[in-house]
């Protein structure tokens, strides 16, 4: 090899060491500083050292940090402070993660992007603790306090008045949706994004305003003190007559039944009691003349039922050993009316 060769080699060599040892040199002179393009969360921190980005992060997040996050639930607001939820924000972790995001792709290819003032474009998520079973207390009492029940229309009986109580749409809360929710908000440092709204979801009653009609389609209701018995189509009052209850010690039982069974001129069952007399035990068949239950039988309840009577003046009166009695005529034309399952309510 030719001397000039040599030495021609010998300086590439040492521009090649003189260049790395620069390279090495501006590199380590960074190694503290995070490259342009790098954020935590929504936080710039490019092109800072890491005491300065660390200076920024405090003021810039951890202000946003400390606000109390509010589950926002209809027109409920429920609360939870950041001391409550224990807040810590690892600053000094978040920090070096953007060091080295910085400082990924070899020392050439920050070098390069040093020198020429590329960046990385890169977010490093912001690392923020919080305590979890603060977090569950709070989407617990979200859940307890609007949670409502659904109530199912029905009615209630007054007298020989019919009321409707309407349906009640409830509420629920989705806690396994809310809790993720809650917890993204909690450890966000983005403005306003610590209210969250739960979703109420609607649970609609078995028993609509409209379905109940359908489910009543019949009912009787008994008025004891007034002595009458009404009849109603879709809830609405179609027809009332006049009606005889049981006497004083037999009186005609109080309480919501239904019509278990129907009968044209029943036999009699005669309860085994002292006031049946040599009858007691005994069926006397029906339509014949010694048999009190006259036309038509509705049975309601353990041997009371509503049947007619030939003791007119009987009607208006408490008379009867329990039953519920109403004229001949009368129980023929409410007979057709109702059928078996219809609910009677005495009162």
Not at 11 to 16: G, P, Q, S
């Amino acid at each position: 090899m030719r001397r000039s060769h040599i030495i021609t080699l010998v300086a590439v060599l040492v521009v090649v060491l003189v260049s790395a040892g620069g390279v090495i040199a501006y590199d380590a002179t960074r190694s503290d500083t995070i490259a342009k393009g790098v954020k935590v969360g929504v936080v710039d921190v490019g092109g800072l050292s890491a005491d300065a980005a660390r200076a920024k992060l405090r003021a810039a997040m951890l202000s946003k940090l400390q606000q109390p996050l509010v589950v926002v639930a209809g027109e409920t607001r429920f609360p939870l402070s950041a001391r409550e939820a224990k807040i810590e924000a690892d600053i000094d972790g978040m920090v070096d993660d953007a060091v080295e995001r910085g400082r990924e792709g070899g020392i050439l290819a920050r070098t390069w992007r040093g020198v020429t003032g590329g960046d990385v474009r890169a977010t490093v998520t912001p690392q923020v603790a919080y305590s979890e079973p603060a977090v569950r207390r709070l989407v617990d009492k979200v859940r307890v306090k609007m949670t409502r029940k659904p109530v199912d229309a029905d009615i209630t009986v007054t007298g020989e008045k019919v009321k409707v109580r309407k349906a009640v749409t409830g509420l629920a809360v989705d806690a396994k949706q809310l809790r993720p929710k809650v917890e993204q908000a909690l450890v966000s440092d983005v403005v306003g994004e610590r209210a969250v709204r739960a979703d109420l979801r609607k649970v609609k009653p078995k028993v609509s305003d409209k379905r109940l009609a359908k489910k009543y389609p019949v009912v009787l209701t008994v008025d004891r003190s007034n002595f009458r018995i009404s009849l109603f189509r879709k809830l609405k009052k179609v027809k009332t007559y006049p009606i005889a209850v049981g006497a004083a010690g037999l009186e005609t039982p109080v309480g919501r039944y239904s019509i278990t069974n129907k009968a044209v001129n029943p036999a009699w069952s005669v309860p085994n009691s002292p006031w049946a007399g040599s009858l007691a035990g005994t069926v006397v068949p029906g339509g014949i003349a010694s048999n009190p239950l006259k036309a038509r039988w509705l049975g309601v309840y353990d041997g009371v039922g509503v049947h007619g009577t030939s003791d007119r003046a009987s009607i208006g009166t408490n008379a009867s050993k329990g039953c519920i009695r109403m004229l001949i005529e009368d129980v023929i034309k409410l007979y057709d009316q109702v059928p078996v399952g219809a609910p009677i309510f005495i009162s």
